[in-house]
């Protein structure tokens, strides 16, 4: 058996020949495991009022010049069931952490694509309570996304994301232990976040029960307090997904949209050749996506077309299987390595 792979921070900081090459290792890793196939999933944001404030994300509770939505179940319903591109396996359902819509308009729809469909179904809620943990489980969901953003539990307090890391990092392992496939993710390129605290984030990821993992880039979002920093290095994230899927060749790593953002317009054809091998496209009705801010207002729609064009770039084509049949028939391991949280200084 082969040794697992161990990151460091100078592989990090790669650049140059070196740095390709470590990209083209992990995209030959992913390809090895999943062959040329992509998982291809479609997102649903069905309410942007969130309870939460992170100092990273647009549609914290402060932002009171941001006019919120909640859509509707049945529009929602016919527009995933009359006009889902084919090329979808797999939909996620996503808002603001808001149970009223997790009431009103999540869990009537799962038990509708349930009922209707054989679709994999995911949810991005945020930090909810079990009882509406496991409606959302009996009413067909089965992929929990839910990110810890970052590995340094001051920086996830003074970022205001939700409750204490150490919460949330709670939530993640009982989510897993009632029956869960858990996806996770962090954010690369914080500002003034160094190589090593970057490289916690890996560590940590290691030894959750994951499923699957993402790097987001960092992005100065609009209407936040973080508005005026640095965005993210690009190649920085790149080479923290080439090392994440080289210490994690089995989970699924999606390229995020915000690597668009982060970079010219490749960055997302560049996710893929570090091995990502999960794809979205955006279905939010084209009324609400402007208020969905996560980072910017003039957002990066990847819609079923670019998708495609992307992946046939790569010599990539979409998963036959959905996410959701892939987890069920591979489990996940979280590794025996000690939690190394990047420590509090003293
Ligand atoms: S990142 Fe999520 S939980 Fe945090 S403010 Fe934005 S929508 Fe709310």
Not at 65 to 86: F, T
Not at 129 to 139: G, I, R, S
């Amino acid at each position: 058996m082969s040794q697992p792979f161990t990151p460091d921070v100078a592989l990090l900081q790669l650049r140059g020949s070196a740095q390709a090459s470590l990209h083209q290792e992990a995209a030959c890793a992913a390809r090895q495991r999943f062959g040329p196939r992509v998982f291809v999933r479609a997102v649903v944001e069905v309410s942007n009022f969130c309870r939460e404030n992170c100092a990273y994300c647009g549609m914290r509770r402060a932002n009171r010049n941001l006019a919120r939505y909640r859509a509707a179940h049945e529009p929602l319903a016919e527009l995933l069931l009359k006009h889902l591109p084919s090329s979808v396996t797999d939909i996620n359902i996503q808002a603001g952490e808001d149970p009223v819509a997790v009431r009103e308009t999540v869990l009537p729809l799962l038990r509708t694509l349930r009922r209707e469909t054989a679709l994999g179904l995911s949810v991005c809620l945020g930090t909810l309570d079990a009882v509406l943990c496991n409606e959302l489980q009996a009413a067909g969901a089965s992929l929990y996304i839910i990110k810890f953003e970052t590995a340094d539990p001051l920086r996830y307090a003074t970022l205001q994301a939700p409750g204490k890391l150490s919460e949330r990092l709670l939530a993640i392992r009982q989510l897993a232990d009632s029956g869960w496939h858990v996806s996770s993710g962090f954010i690369a390129g914080l500002p003034e976040q160094s190589p090593t605290q970057l490289l916690a984030n890996l560590t940590l990821a290691d030894t959750l029960p994951l499923s699957g993992c993402s790097v987001s880039p960092f992005i100065p979002g609009d209407e936040t307090p973080l508005a005026g920093t640095p965005l993210a290095d690009l190649e920085l994230t790149l080479n923290t997904m080439a090392s994440l899927r080289l210490m994690r060749p089995d989970w699924v790593i999606p390229a995020v949209s915000a690597l668009n953002l982060a970079g010219q317009s490749d960055g997302y054809s560049r996710g893929l050749r570090t091995g990502a091998n999960l794809v979205t496209i955006n279905l939010t009705p084209e009324n609400f996506r402007d208020n969905y801010l996560l980072y910017k207002r003039d957002r990066v729609i990847m819609n079923e077309e670019r998708i495609l064009s992307a992946l046939a770039s790569e010599g990539l084509s979409p998963s036959k299987q959905s996410l959701a049949d892939f987890f069920r028939a591979n489990r996940p391991v979280a590794h025996l390595r000690p939690p190394t949280l990047f420590p509090n200084p003293a």
